[in-house]
């Protein structure tokens, strides 16, 4: 009985060993395993630190990629020079509305376009806006010095042109004085025939949205906070906003994207954006489960009640899938290489669907059924 109960003992063991791997695959099918579909060229992340600049991060990553689609290789933009000029078009807005206005770190994508097209581009190596010993970007105090400045300013009854030079002034002591002209790559340009030698066309830049208090298949300003310059946007249907996109990566476009990231699903931690319908599971962010249904009625329901809101701003530069097959957009973001992607979202469908606010494209991404409804 004791040689024959030993057998059985060892034969159990056996089993329980053989057994064991195949109920671990089983459990690792079920977890987020993403395979990327599709990677439209980018350079590598970077860190916005302790500043609101997501807005020219996410478009400098954008126009980088755009450079590299048109064969002019890998290269690193300054969102710097990008960010002081917007500061100095923001304190211009701010002074003129007579402090009715917003003046903060936040913008949105077309107003870094805008910036390009009046003043061009220059590269990191050129202007970081991080001074000598500097590693990290932080612009908590240089914002309250110039707002304080510019309230200061309006409670004059009138106003001279020495303040706008004052305001450089201090803008250059917290980020740096700009060349007029550089070196680089052993060529000398100015910002402008930089933008021109990477040919760098502000009109070739188009925004949208997907609203319903606004019809569909025109322009209007969108009403967020970081919208001071009054940009426009097609508004198109929902549907017609995802179609955009998935033609731009399949043509091999990417995508500037404006959106709301406060949702208990997304965790730049765990590199996940979903839209749960159930967002107290416990395996949240470590196995897929089932999602909201998004329609349009819904986008504008979040909208007007504030639980959409224009939060942040990140390039989209790709496609993926997980393991149960769901279709999630690959984002690169600006808050350094966190998580097991590096710094890298995967984001589902519905979330895209119900959480973002806008987008920007090139114009030869948009599909030429939706281009020919908007008289592109």
């Known amino acids: 009985m004791t040689k024959r109960f030993e057998l059985i003992c060892l034969l159990a063991v056996f089993l329980l060993a053989i057994t064991l791997p195949a109920q671990v695959a089983v459990d690792v099918k079920d977890d987020y395993q993403f395979k990327i579909d599709k990677k439209i060229e980018c350079t590598d992340v970077k860190s916005q630190d302790r500043t609101g600049t997501c807005w020219s991060f996410a478009t400098a990553s954008f126009l980088e990629s755009e450079m590299i689609r048109k064969g002019k290789g890998f290269h690193d933009l300054s969102e710097m020079f ?5 500061y100095r078009s923001k304190a211009k807005n701010y002074v003129l509305r007579q402090g009715k206005a917003n003046f903060s770190q936040g913008s949105l994508s077309h ?3 805008s910036i390009a097209k009046q003043y061009g581009v220059v590269p990191e190596s050129v202007y970081s806006g991080k001074l000598e010993g500097e590693k990290k970007h932080d612009h908590g105090e240089m914002e309250a010095v110039l707002k304080g400045m510019l309230d200061g300013v309006l409670k004059r009854k009138r106003l001279s042109q020495k303040w706008a030079k004052a305001f450089d002034c201090v ?9 007029e002209e550089f070196t680089y790559e052993g060529k000398t340009y100015t910002p402008k025939t930089f933008a021109d030698a990477m040919e760098i066309n502000p009109d070739d830049y188009i925004s949208f949205t997907s609203y319903t208090h606004h019809p569909f298949y025109d322009s209007f300003v969108l009403e967020i ?24 990566l399949d043509q091999g476009f990417s995508v500037a994207w404006d959106g709301d990231v406060s ?38 329901e ?23 097959g769901n279709r999630y957009y ?12 590096k710094g890298y979202l995967h984001m589902s469908s519905p979330y895209f669907q119900l959480k973002t606010v806008a ?9 030429k059924m939706i281009a020919k409804k908007l008289s592109m």
């Open 171 to 179: 803008v250059d002591t917290y980020l740096g004085e700009v060349q």
């Open 111 to 113: 107003d870094l376009i």
């Open 330 to 341: 690959l984002i690169k973001n600006s808050w350094g290489e966190i998580s097991d992607y």
């Open 302 to 324: 979040t909208f007007e009640s504030y639980s959409t809101t224009d939060d942040h701003l990140m390039h989209l530069t790709g496609t993926s899938k997980d393991a149960k």
């Open 359 to 367: 987008i920007m494209v090139h114009k030869d991404a948009v599909p």
């Open 263 to 300: 949702e208990k699903g997304f965790s730049a931690k765990n590199g996940i954006a979903i839209l749960p319908v159930d967002s107290k599971r416990e395996d949240l962010f470590t196995s897929p489960g089932k999602e909201k249904k998004v329609t349009q009625a819904l986008r504008q």
């Open 82 to 86: 990008v960010v002081r000029n917007v």
């Open 225 to 248: 906070p970081d919208n001071y310059s009054n940009g426009s946007y097609y508004n198109v249907p929902m549907e017609e906003l995802q179609a955009i996109v998935d033609n731009a």
